[in-house]
């Protein structure tokens, strides 16, 4: 028997710290600024990111901060033991706060209101009286008809020397705050599965090619269900710059090597602002880069002097016609990124296709003729003697970064942002109101005795009986 009283002993102790407000204000406040600072930091990036990240902050120190930081898991927080433990005391907490608080309040929801006692009625912190001319019965009219106008429904209890009308509002109102405690619990629920059952990973996709898996940033493949392919990708300037305006890819999703129709199309065009979403997982446009290979294809329009037009294309080294001529032109060299340097030479600026150039050697029944530069962003350097020769791409060249990302967990998440706005808009701006206006007789007249309570939102309640005083006179 001394054992069970001490282990119940026990159990009380935990009990009592699990449902208290101070360790919920504490693993709260915890949180929130751990998750500040995992929002710094850069999550999974390489070192040198973070490190230089940190020195803005830090200077020299910050290669010594960053290895404190990794060794305490701030470099992967939302995955570490800690910050998972941490979720889980803050919902231990906010169950057991719940189940500790909840039955005295759900023992007042679920008992309708009742005609009260002289003594008990005395006792309510909201009290009011009125003498209104004429009998009981005409007076009972005129209080119905004033509660209803306010929002409560009245009851009516016959006494011995009169009878009492009560009305409540906002009963359920008093679950607001655990409604709001369980839109808690689904959205740590809901970011418990995004962490153990989804993934945030990349893929760099070069035109023309597939890939069944991605990539998390320590290189661990991440296996699709399916296959992604990029068609192509472009990016566009602005006006004699090198900003980009905005960039695009076309992609599709294969399965078994079919394409798989969305929204009707086999391909889908995404930009910054429109991922493409498959089977859970959301593809969105990130970066892009320049990875030619012996395969790329340049892309040109071809029009002769006569109009003849024709598109074609063809791999480093080829040579093309233009139509209706003995002119042929040949790819000899190409550049990203063509700039001029003040003396006038050309050289390459930039690794990424900024600038896209060709050189084209032409030759007429196998003899020189003439040689240009072609660009793909100035019109102007298209024409040529014989015609015009548009550079259209280097397709094949490019890549495009797709961020990768699943969260099976995002739809609770939502849900449970949707819970609590019902929760906190029921806590804060609901309140549990009962109202006992007891009539009686008086000399031809009738005495109205008001008595009211509510759990919270006092001043606006009492405008309410105020209003409903006036309804009594009007």
Not at 47 to 70: H, W, Y
Not at 190 to 210: D, H, M
Not at 273 to 292: A, D, E, M, V
């Amino acid at each position: 028997m001394g054992n069970k009283k001490e282990n119940q002993g026990v159990v009380d102790r935990v009990w009592s710290f699990f449902s208290s407000i101070t360790l919920a204000v504490i693993v709260f406040s915890v949180i929130s600024l751990t998750s500040i600072v995992g929002t710094i930091i850069e999550q999974g990036a390489d070192p040198e990111r973070n490190i230089k990240l940190l020195s803005k902050f830090f200077g020299d120190a910050s290669p010594t901060v960053f290895r404190i930081l990794d060794s305490l898991g701030f470099t992967n927080m939302f995955h570490s033991w800690w910050f998972i433990a941490l979720l889980f005391v803050f919902a231990a907490n906010l169950i057991i706060c719940s189940l500790d608080r909840l039955p005295r309040i759900w023992s007042i929801v679920k008992e309708p209101i009742k005609p009260l006692s002289v003594d008990l009625l005395n006792t309510m912190p909201i009290k009011k009286e009125v003498v209104l001319k004429g009998k009981i019965d005409n007076a009972k009219g005129i209080i119905e008809s004033a509660l209803k106008r306010i929002g409560f429904k009245a009851n009516v209890h016959l006494q011995d020397n009169g009878l009492q009308i009560y009305a409540e509002k906002g009963r359920y109102s008093r679950l607001g705050v655990y409604v709001t405690h369980f839109s808690i619990i689904l959205i740590l629920i809901g970011a418990v599965a995004g962490i153990f059952f989804g993934f945030n990973a990349s893929l760099n996709l070069l035109e023309g090619t597939t890939s069944a898996v991605a990539y998390m940033r320590n290189g661990k493949e991440i296996p699709l269900g399916f296959e992604i392919g990029c068609n192509d990708f472009e990016v566009s300037f602005y006006e004699n710059s090198d900003t980009p305006k905005s960039y695009k890819s076309w992609l599709t999703i294969l399965e078994n090597g079919r394409p798989v129709k969305i929204n009707g199309k086999e391909v889908t065009e995404i930009d910054v602002n429109r991922p493409l979403r498959y089977k859970g997982i959301t593809f969105y446009q990130s970066s892009y880069g320049f990875s030619p290979t012996k395969d790329s294809l340049f892309k040109f329009g071809v029009t002769s002097n006569d109009g003849k037009k024709q598109d074609v294309q063809l791999k480093f080294g080829e040579s093309f016609n233009i139509p209706g001529t003995n002119i042929m032109g040949k790819v000899a060299d190409f550049s990203p990124a063509l700039g001029i340097d003040e003396a006038g030479r050309m050289f390459t600026y930039a690794e990424m296709m900024n600038n896209p150039a060709v050189f084209v050697e032409f030759t007429e029944n196998g003899k020189p003729k003439y040689n240009q530069w072609i660009l793909k962003r100035y019109p102007q350097t298209w024409r040529v003697p014989d015609g015009m020769v548009e550079f259209k791409d280097l397709w094949g060249a490019q890549y495009t970064g797709l961020q990768v990302r699943k969260d099976p967990g995002v739809w609770i998440v939502y849900l449970g942002s949707l819970v609590m706005s019902v929760g906190l808009y029921a806590a804060f701006f609901m309140s549990h109101g009962r109202i006992w206006v007891t009539l009686k007789d008086e000399k031809g007249s009738t005495k109205v005795t008001i008595a009211a309570s509510v759990n919270k939102n006092k001043a606006a309640f009492e405008q309410k009986i105020e209003k409903l005083l006036g309804g009594l006179h009007g």
